[in-house]
């Protein structure tokens, strides 16, 4: 499987935000795809995240409210629609891939994206 992910940018707080990311290769196996985040001298952190089948979503307490993550199964496309965005925000946004229920989690991710930078100015 292999993840392209875009729409990174530079954004003033309170402003928006949306990322794509495209799936390709063997994809039929996939459980959830989602996005994680990293911002400099942090850990990886999950974001947010959509089941394949079924569509239900699930979110980090810090963006509920603020970001909602979609998909177009014809595509094989996962979105992060981010509004009121604030400067903590400011992270690589990475697209990731699980073929499990452990998509919380940076082991329990199969396939990543390359990262796209955020930055959220004051």
């Known amino acids: 499987v292999q993840l392209q992910a875009s729409g990174g940018g530079l954004v003033q707080a309170g402003g928006s935000l949306r990322l794509s990311c495209a799936a390709s290769?063997?994809?039929?196996?996939?459980?959830?795809m989602g996005w994680f985040r990293q911002a400099p001298g942090k850990e990886r952190e999950f974001v947010a995240a959509?089941?394949?089948?079924?569509?239900?979503?699930y979110y980090t307490d810090s963006v509920k409210g603020r970001f909602t993550v979609s998909k177009d199964n014809a595509k094989n496309t996962v979105y992060l629609q981010m509004n009121s965005l604030k400067p903590e925000d400011t992270a690589v946004y990475y697209c990731?891939?699980?073929?499990?229920?452990?998509?919380?989690?940076?082991?329990?991710?199969?396939?990543w994206g390359k990262g796209t930078q955020v930055t959220v100015s004051s």
């Open positions: 290769g063997r994809t039929f196996s996939t459980y959830a």
């Open positions: 959509i089941r394949w089948s079924g569509g239900a979503t």
């Open positions: 990731a891939a699980s073929n499990s229920g452990s998509y919380y989690y940076v082991s329990g991710i199969d396939y």
